[in-house]
């Protein structure tokens, strides 16, 4: 069998994907998720121009030597534009070679650790008591695990809260970056408050998480940690920009409220320090962004060894090709944690044909060839590209800071 021809599809059926579609002398196609929000079209121009010429003619089962071709082949390795052409193509050829051996994916993993994937949801609100709302809505729809995020009284909406908390609103197609303004010190007696109406609301019986978003420093968020002790989170995510890992070992020394990291890295030397030591409970590396099914597999058993835990990224921009891919590893990882899971507008569902499917708080992988995922290329025409941006966020007195 040989690539006979790879084609990348842009659309944005409510905000833009990324897919590349990799298509063999046999007739059999793979399809995988190549989206980096905000600058998808830099890794179309890496597929098109670098990669796509170098893989025809190959054979597509060859998956390991491929991504070593495409990763040390590179010279300039790593980075989110390289690695997520190396995550797409990584998912079209395992979607191929489950095709081939008409296996669902997390068959030629090493068969099902599990029989369903524990997702969590999210809810933001403008208001503790609006956040309190949506969490018991959730709850009570059969979410065993909510993510709450709230806004900061006095300030214009932030992060996961008011119109982007829905990451199809227009509040990300404004043709420049949005500017949110942050406040740490109002930020940090906030968010204890919050939890403490929560558990006073919905009890002990369902997980709670938090994002920072990589906002404050390690001493600050080592008090936040030591605050949200007696409300047992499930965990603080993206506490701290993570470029510093040694600097989670601040946070590691004050509090016991677990925290998560690893949304935007994309090898495992982004997170080697932090697991090694670790500093860390779950890492959040997703397929498009870390290297595809092969990329997850090293990071997750790497992980393995020191007691962290698999929580696959999975909020709209993470594509329904790469939600079934991260659904078929979070069935055979045994170090499962978590997978999160914002939902997807009716048109991207319409796109993405997918065997995965949501029961409550659960995914379930289907029992489809590959990971399940299709394109129907007629309705992705329907939606064009059209540019995008995440948020940068600023400081009241004007500093950048960490969106
Ligand atoms: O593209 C960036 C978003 O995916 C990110 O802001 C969402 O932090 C996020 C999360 O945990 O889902
Ligand atoms: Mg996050």
Redesign the pocket.
């Given at each position: 069998m040989k690539i006979r021809d790879i084609k990348v599809i842009v659309a944005s059926p409510g905000r833009n994907f990324v897919t590349v579609k990799i298509i063999t002398d046999e007739g059999l196609y793979g399809i995988g998720d190549a989206t980096v929000?905000?600058r998808e079209k830099a890794v179309v121009a890496y597929l098109e121009e670098h990669v796509i010429p170098c893989l025809i003619g190959r054979d597509p089962m060859q998956i390991e030597d491929i991504w070593q071709y495409l990763y040390k082949g590179a010279y300039w390795r790593r980075g989110p534009i390289t690695m997520a052409a190396i995550s797409g193509i990584d998912m079209a050829l395992w979607d191929i070679k489950g095709k081939a051996a008409n296996m669902p994916l997390y068959q030629l993993l090493g068969g099902a650790s599990r029989e369903k994937v524990l997702i969590y949801q999210?809810v933001g609100g403008l208001t503790i008591e609006e956040t309190v709302e949506g969490v018991v809505a959730l709850k009570e729809a059969g979410l065993e695990a909510i993510?709450a995020q709230v806004s900061i009284p006095g300030l214009p909406p932030i992060?996961?809260t008011g119109k982007a908390k829905d990451?199809d609103s227009d509040v990300f197609r404004q043709g420049l970056p949005t500017e949110e303004v942050w406040a740490t010190h109002k930020y940090l007696p906030l968010v204890p408050k919050l939890f403490e109406k929560l558990r006073d609301t919905v009890g002990y019986d369902v997980h709670l998480l938090h994002?920072v978003?990589h906002r404050l420093t390690p001493i600050e968020a080592a008090r936040l940690g030591k605050d949200l002790e007696p409300f047992r989170l499930f965990w603080l995510?993206?506490a701290v920009p993570a470029e510093l890992q040694e600097g989670f070992r601040l946070i590691r020394q004050h509090t016991t409220t677990p925290l998560a990291l690893g949304?935007i890295f994309n090898t495992i030397w982004d997170c080697q320090q932090l697991i090694s030591e670790q500093l860390i409970d779950y890492i959040?590396v997703t397929s498009v962004h870390a290297g595809g099914v092969t990329g997850l597999r090293r990071i997750f058993d790497f992980a393995s060894i020191y007691h962290v835990r698999s929580a696959c990224?999975?909020?709209?921009?993470?594509s329904p090709v790469a939600m079934g891919a991260n659904v078929h590893v979070d069935r055979w990882v045994p170090n499962f944690g978590i997978q999160?899971y914002?939902g997807y507008t009716e048109a991207t569902h319409e796109m993405f044909p997918h065997s995965w499917s949501q029961d409550k708080g659960y995914l379930l992988t289907g029992e489809a060839p590959g990971h399940g995922v299709d394109i129907d290329e007629k309705v992705a025409a329907k939606y064009p590209y059209e540019r995008a941006y995440?948020p940068v966020a600023r400081a009241t007195d004007g500093t950048l800071w960490s969106?």
């Open positions: 929000n905000g999210h993510r992060y996961g990451q994002d978003h995510e993206d949304e959040r990224h999975g909020p709209m921009d993470v999160e914002s995440l969106w």
